[in-house]
């Protein structure tokens, strides 16, 4: 059964720093995208930041491009985000999803990744 546990959410000042950590069971992490999606209220679901562990490709979304870093550690079956100089527009709560991609990254988009985490609250402000 696969399942994704995010952790590492909170309250940060703005300029600060979170890592979030998303971690995978029930399947490795051989052949499968991983990402990071966020939803804030009102807004619909993007995505923020994907790897593939078939190539090692990455994506990130323009408004996250320099600040946030994904990375992954398949011994752990964990994959990272590091967030840095946070902003308020940062504020969501941020999902960690997965789905088999043996090609390589598919579209950054919700509807292409099967397995889902319930997602952490990420809230930037002073």
């Known amino acids: 059964q696969v399942q994704l546990v995010e952790s590492g959410g909170g309250l940060v000042q703005p300029g600060g720093s979170l890592r979030l950590s998303c971690a995978a069971s029930?399947?490795?992490?051989?052949?499968?995208?991983i990402g990071w999606f966020r939803q804030a209220p009102g807004k619909e679901r993007e995505g923020v930041s994907c790897i593939s562990s078939s190539d090692g490709s990455t994506y990130y979304a323009d408004s996250v491009k320099g600040r946030f870093t994904i990375s992954g550690d398949n011994a752990k079956r964990t994959v990272y985000l590091q967030m840095n100089s946070l902003k308020p527009e940062d504020t969501a709560v941020y999902y960690c999803?997965?789905?088999?991609?043996?090609?390589?990254?598919?579209?950054?988009?919700?509807?292409?990744?099967?397995?889902w985490g319930r997602g952490t609250q990420v809230t930037v402000s002073s």
């Open positions: 029930g399947f490795t992490l051989d052949y499968y995208a």
């Open positions: 999803a997965a789905t088999i991609a043996p090609m390589g990254l598919p579209a950054a988009h919700p509807s292409s990744y099967d397995y």
